[in-house]
């Protein structure tokens, strides 16, 4: 083992919470799709960061933006105007919902923190303060109380229970059950329209159009957590625009500034108009280098038609990932969209399939004990995910499962 990986180890052991079941590797270089470790080994990342680095590692318009910004002013507040974020606001907002407002956090679980908030005072201020959000059996919407109490899975957070009253979770594209939980005691319906920790899940058109239908009976906000599925990973800037739903608020982080920490929400119309002075607010968030690598991302994703390419590329390695199934022993289903997607194996496995993959210089994700998750760059090349499917064949064929 290499001295850095072994000093970076013990450092690690000894110092921090062990929160983390890491593989044994440190990266220490990366360009585009690729990552080099502490050996000096080269890898194909077809994790990305778990879906952030959306432009790949380490790309020229992104570290431009942020060497030019740090050399200039890093911190602020929001106590005072902030030019990147202002502009970034408009870009997102125009290519949003035009004529609305953003509110911008650091991370994944604050936007939907915000979103909800949001949801709840705008009851608040119509005379009816609601007291029930419904979510979905398998979601996931971050680590925080409120997000924990509003994700699907127990495991999250029976450890740190009591959890948050006021949250109730329907199964994934049962229409019927979505419609007898969404009353007028709802302030919002929460959903991802793909579900990323939850193994990638798609929820139907169907179900999407009927989550909008039911909050259009009950005065119910529509938030799709589109933190993992947005920026254009799943071959649109958004998942859910395909089922032609428009949500009232939408949450974006993961991508939005290619691995420096950023997110925010979106409001439609009236709801972007909710949250006033005093309401909401953060140090952090928003803040001059965020703003600047967002809008380096934001601009490249959008000039160079990246979803385009995640929805060209990402066929066809589903393609391919789908002539496993029935013709690679273990493979039994393919999931998801773009470059968004899951290989379920009939076993729990997977942990070993990333630890072979990792052997043989491909990254990819357990994102469940019996599911192999990619999420790679939306750069990436046909030739890539060609490699990254070859390699997992190889993998499932081998002896070493
Ligand atoms: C759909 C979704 N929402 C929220 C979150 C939480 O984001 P963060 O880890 O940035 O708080 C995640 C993280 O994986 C996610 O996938």
């Known amino acids: 083992m ?35 470790d502490s050996a000096g080994r080269e890898y194909l990342d077809m994790v990305g960061g778990l879906g952030v680095t959306v432009l790949g590692h380490c790309h020229p318009a992104v570290t431009e933006a942020i060497c030019e910004q740090a050399a200039r002013l890093v911190h602020t507040t929001n106590l005072y105007y902030v030019e990147p974020q202002a502009e970034l606001a408009q870009l997102l907002v ?153 949500p009232d608020v939408i949450t974006v982080a993961k991508g939005l500034a290619n691995g420096v920490p950023a997110a925010a929400f979106l409001a439609r119309g009236e709801f972007g108009e909710v949250l006033a002075p005093g309401d909401h ?45 029935g013709a690679v022993p273990g493979v039994s289903e393919v999931r998801g969209r773009g470059l968004m997607l899951a290989v379920q194996l009939e076993s729990d496995v997977a942990r070993r399939v990333v630890e072979l993959g990792l052997e043989k210089g491909v990254i990819f994700n357990d994102v469940s004990p019996s599911a192999v998750r990619m999420l790679p760059a939306l750069t990436l090349s046909e030739e890539d995910a060609m490699k990254a499917a070859d390699v997992l064949e190889e993998v499932l064929r081998g002896t070493d499962l």
């Open 2 to 36: 290499d001295e850095l990986l072994a000093k970076v180890q013990s450092l690690d052991a000894q110092y921090t919470m062990q929160t983390y079941k890491r593989l044994p590797v440190a990266f220490t270089r990366g360009s585009g799709t690729r990552l080099w």
């Open 94 to 246: 125009e290519k949003t919902f035009p004529g609305s407002r953003c509110f911008f956090a650091n991370s994944g679980a604050e936007a939907n923190e915000g979103a909800m908030k949001l949801a709840r005072k705008y009851h608040f201020t119509r005379g009816g303060g609601r007291d029930k959000i419904v979510c979905l059996l398998g979601s996931f919407h971050g680590r925080t109380l409120a997000t924990m109490s509003a994700t699907g899975q127990p495991s999250k957070w029976q450890p740190f229970s009591p959890v948050m009253p006021g949250f109730a979770h329907v199964p994934v594209n049962d229409v019927g059950a979505l419609e007898r939980a969404v009353d007028a005691h709802t302030a919002a319906v929460v959903l991802e329209p793909i579900q990323g920790e939850g193994g990638i899940r798609p929820l139907s058109d169907k179900y999407l159009q009927a989550a909008r239908a039911a909050c259009d009976s009950t005065g119910a906000l529509l938030i799709t957590d589109e933190v993992q599925s947005g920026m254009g990973r799943t071959g649109t800037f958004y998942a859910a625009q395909v089922s032609g739903v428009v």
């Open 281 to 325: 607010g953060t140090t952090f968030g928003g803040g001059f280098l965020a703003c600047a690598a967002a809008l380096a991302t934001v601009r490249t994703v959008l000039e160079q038609d990246l979803a385009g390419n995640a929805g060209r590329v990402g066929g066809t390695l589903a393609s391919r990932l789908k002539s496993m199934v």
